[in-house]
């Protein structure tokens, strides 16, 4: 390949074929080398509503839509014990303004993406695995190895990294910090037979919160349910089992996953994902912006990944191509953003830090829409990240009440197990 691209992308994830996708509409010329061979099996099936904008933007919803993904109306958290549940109906957020999401089998949804931006004119590589990357004054050079196992050498004016998890360009800087408290490990599965809930609320997510871990159940097509736990990494050494058992153990003695999966059949099973949570110290450098996962992930929780991973790539994907525009390798819009990165990664990281407190879930789980707090968090935890006046200053006031609660009791103890 003796041509230099205006960008290379590595990962052809959510956020890669995003930016590439992006770089496409404004006439850049794009190569995008990804490792696997898509489509590919990949963790991460809920969405959020605000993920409809970026669809729109791409051009791309007509595509998923016709896909037949799951539709997904609202969230559901659960104690464990099954006696106390309360749900974000995103129609219901008076705030939100997309009412919907959906939950997909990622391999296929990751696939269409990855499609798409090639439909737009980006080249695709895959199952090319980047080894190398080299910056220069005038260029950015990267090698990758092809399936036949041959290296090859190719060269950009910039260099967007959306590995994802691997995180290859800052783990060969040294730069990823690990949020204290949040080593977690998820064990998860797809089964069939899970008794989910149907009617109006066809298609919720379910979170069912344990002592100090918790479990999601998501609808997926042709009645297979994705089922996961996710639990700190000290707890699962300490309890010196497999995963499987471990899981297996926790479905036991959680009555709300329990019961939900007594006629349950295997699919898979036995998945592993560990050190999922962190960030990286720096986003942006000359030629090189980290998108997506590449540029840190906080916990599935809230189902904010691929919604956060598109928007960074979107937002990314516009820099570099001003930054080519301008004959620059850094410029101030590259810093905003890091800064923006940072503040939608942040507005998930506050309800995410306080949902494994107690004093948070006497509060989530005894919802008040007392001024409409409860809408507020709806449509924050629907995606925006740009939070109106009217959003904003609800959730101060609720993340002050969850702040009294802690002191002086406001709303009723529960009960998780
Ligand atoms: C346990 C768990 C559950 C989750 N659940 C949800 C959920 O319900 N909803 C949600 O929205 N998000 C969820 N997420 C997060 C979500 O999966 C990610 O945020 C999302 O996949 C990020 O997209 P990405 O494109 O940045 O990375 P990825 O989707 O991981 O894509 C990165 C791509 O880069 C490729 N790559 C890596 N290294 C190289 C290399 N050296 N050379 C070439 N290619 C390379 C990989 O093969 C991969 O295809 C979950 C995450 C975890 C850990």
Redo the contacts with the bound molecule.
């Keep these: 390949m003796s041509k230099t691209w205006d960008v290379i992308i590595?990962?052809?994830?959510?956020?890669?074929?995003?930016a590439a996708a992006t770089l496409r509409q404004s006439g850049r010329s794009v190569l995008v080398?990804?490792?696997?061979k898509?489509p590919?099996f990949?963790?991460?099936?809920?969405?959020?509503p605000y993920?409809r904008a970026i669809f729109d933007e791409l051009g791309v919803w007509p595509k998923i839509q016709a896909a037949g993904f799951m539709v997904k109306r609202g969230a559901q958290f659960w104690m464990g014990n099954g006696l106390l549940h309360t749900r974000l109906d995103f129609s219901r957020g008076s705030f939100t303004e997309f009412p919907e999401s959906l939950q997909v089998e990622?391999a296929k949804f990751?696939d269409i993406l990855l499609r798409h931006a090639e439909s737009l004119g980006a080249e695709v590589q895959e199952e090319?695995?980047?080894?190398e990357h080299r910056i220069e004054k005038d260029r950015v050079t990267v090698k990758?190895r092809a399936k036949d196992g041959t290296d090859h050498e190719v060269q950009a004016a910039f260099l967007m990294d959306?590995?994802?998890?691997?995180?290859?360009t800052a783990n060969r800087e040294n730069l990823r910090d690990y949020y204290p408290g949040h080593k977690?490990i998820?064990i998860?599965g797809h089964y069939s037979g899970v008794q989910m809930p149907a009617g109006e609320e066809e298609g919720d997510?379910l979170i069912i919160r344990r002592e100090n871990s918790w479990f999601?159940m998501?609808p997926l097509e042709n009645n297979k349910t994705?089922v996961?736990l996710?639990l700190d990494q000290a707890d699962f050494k300490a309890l010196k089992q497999d995963p499987q058992q471990v899981f297996d153990d926790a479905v036991l003695s959680t009555r709300a996953v329990q019961e939900r999966m007594i006629n349950a059949q295997v699919i898979t099973q036995g998945h592993v994902?560990t050190d999922?949570?962190y960030t990286n110290r720096k986003l942006v450098s000359p030629r090189l912006v980290r998108?997506?996962?590449?540029?840190g992930?906080i916990?599935?929780i809230f189902?904010?990944?691929?919604?956060?991973?598109?928007s960074?790539?979107q937002q990314g994907a516009h820099v570099v191509h001003a930054a080519i525009a301008a004959g620059k390798s850094l410029t101030f819009a590259m810093k905003r953003y890091e800064w923006t990165t940072r503040r939608h990664v942040s507005r998930f990281w506050m309800f995410i830090e306080k949902f494994y407190t107690k004093h948070f879930a006497q509060l989530f789980f005894h919802p008040n829409n007392r001024f409409r707090m409860v809408c507020a968090i709806n449509c924050t935890l629907a995606g925006r990240t740009r939070p109106s006046f009217a959003t904003w200053w609800r959730l101060r006031l609720f993340f002050a009440l969850v702040w009294i609660q802690k002191r002086y009791p406001l709303a009723k103890p529960i009960k998780i197990r």
Excluded: Y
């Design positions: 590595i990962g052809g994830g959510p956020a890669g074929a995003t080398l990804e490792k696997s898509f590919r990949h963790i991460g099936e809920s969405l959020l993920n990622r990751d090319a695995l980047v080894t990758f959306a590995s994802g998890l691997g995180n290859f977690k998820a998860f997510i999601w998501i994705s996961g996710v994902l999922f949570s998108v997506g996962d590449a540029s992930f916990d599935p189902s904010s990944g691929v919604m956060l991973a598109m960074s790539a």
